[in-house]
C-alpha cells in the first residue's frame, strides 16, 4: 500500500498562489489514480481535482477550473496541485488522495488512502 504526505500549505493573500505536493512511499504513484480534497471549517470534505492512473487526462471542480492545476511526476513519486488566483474561499485542509480505481473518482468513497492533510489560508 501508499503512505501519502502532502506539504507546502501555508497562509497566502488573495490572488496569490500555492503548490502543494503529495509525496507517495511504499508505491508508485503511477499505479494510482490521484485526488485532491478540501475541507473547509464547518463544511463537508469536497473534490478538488483529480488525475486518471491510465491516462493521465485530469478532472476539476468547475469552481477552481482554470486557476488549479493537478499534475504529478512519476520520477519523484509526488503529485501535486498548483494554485493560482487564490481566493479567501479556498481556505481549507487540502488533501491528497489515492485509489487503485479509475470509476467515479470526484467521490471520496473510492479512494482508499489519504495524506494527514495540510492548511491552506487565503486572506483577503
Known amino acids: 500500500q501508499v503512505q501519502l504526505v502532502e506539504s507546502g500549505g501555508g497562509l497566502v493573500q488573495a490572488g496569490g498562489s500555492l503548490r502543494l505536493s503529495c509525496a507517495a512511499s511504499g508505491r508508485t504513484i503511477s499505479t494510482y489514480t490521484m485526488g485532491w480534497f478540501r475541507q473547509a471549517p464547518g463544511k463537508e470534505r469536497e473534490f478538488v481535482a483529480a488525475m486518471w492512473r491510465t491516462t493521465n487526462n485530469t478532472l476539476t471542480k468547475d469552481s477552481v477550473k482554470g486557476r488549479f492545476t493537478i499534475s504529478k511526476d512519476n520520477a519523484k513519486n509526488t503529485a501535486y496541485l498548483q494554485m493560482n488566483s487564490l481566493k479567501p474561499e479556498d481556505t481549507a485542509v487540502y488533501y491528497c488522495?489515492?485509489?487503485?480505481?479509475?470509476?467515479?473518482?470526484?467521490?471520496?468513497?473510492?479512494?482508499?488512502?489519504w495524506g494527514q492533510g495540510t492548511q491552506v489560508t487565503v486572506s483577503s
Open positions: 488522495a489515492a485509489t487503485e480505481g479509475s470509476l467515479a473518482i470526484a467521490a471520496e468513497r473510492v479512494y482508499n488512502y
